[in-house]
């Protein structure tokens, strides 16, 4: 089984799946890191583990379905098998998702249906919520509407501080990512 890690930012989760692939506790080829963001730091964390990485940055004149295209090209050349979101910020359109169907897996740092979109933390933060988490769920065509693979929460209470929230969310996905990843692709596996 062969993966590809997306992402679109920082790069923290892509780094603790890979530690995870190299403990041997991810049964699958980690093949390559995509970003859709030259400037994604993923990118430069990629580079100093000796990670193949490709990038495609989204043309303004190029549709959604040229771009994904050849972004599906690039997936199948490389034999890559599922695909692994990790703070990828585009929204995966019908051209790549029937190319991967249920083969695609997200993690999201709020309770969904909670708090869905790109500021799950901060939004659950402001509007004083009592409990928040993360969710990691397969990804269809709508978004972060796919169905719930896993989810553990938290009490903000003892977060004053948003910085205080974030470390705390990020901690979660860190331990808890790889672990589901591992029961994803060994589920595919017996496919
Ligand atoms: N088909 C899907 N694609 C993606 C999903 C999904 O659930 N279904 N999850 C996202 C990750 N994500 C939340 O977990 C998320 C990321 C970005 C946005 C967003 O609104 N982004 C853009 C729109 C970009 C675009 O049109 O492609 C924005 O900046 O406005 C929402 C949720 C990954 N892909
Ligand atoms: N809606 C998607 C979304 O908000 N994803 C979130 O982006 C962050 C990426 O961090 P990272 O780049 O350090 O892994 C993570 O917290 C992830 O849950």
Redesign the pocket.
């Known amino acids: 089984m062969r993966f590809a890690v997306f992402a679109s930012g920082n790069g923290s989760n892509f780094e603790a799946i890979l530690k995870a692939v190299k403990r041997n506790e991810i049964s699958a080829e980690l093949v390559c890191l995509f970003s859709d963001k030259s400037t994604s730091y993923a990118v430069q964390r990629a580079k100093d583990n000796g990670v193949p990485y490709f990038i495609l940055e989204k043309e303004s004149k190029q549709t959604k379905e040229e771009y994904e295209t050849k972004l599906v090209y690039l997936m199948k050349k490389e034999k890559v098998d599922c695909v692994v979101?990790a703070g990828?910020?585009?929204?995966?359109g019908k051209t790549f998702?029937t190319a991967y169907p249920n083969r695609v897996i997200?993690i999201?740092p709020s309770l969904l249906p909670n708090f869905?979109?790109?500021y799950g933390i901060k939004d659950a933060f402001d509007r004083g919520v009592k409990k928040t988490g993360i969710t990691i769920h397969q990804?269809?065509?709508?978004?972060?509407?796919?169905p719930i693979i896993f989810q553990k929460e938290i009490e903000t209470k003892d977060f004053k501080t948003l910085e205080e929230l974030e470390e705390k969310i990020h901690e979660l996905e860190h331990k808890y990512y790889p672990i589901v990843i591992e029961e994803f692709v060994r589920e595919l596996m017996t496919e």
């Open positions: 979101l990828y910020m585009r929204i995966l998702l997200n999201h869905p979109g790109k990804v269809d065509d709508g978004i972060d509407t796919g």
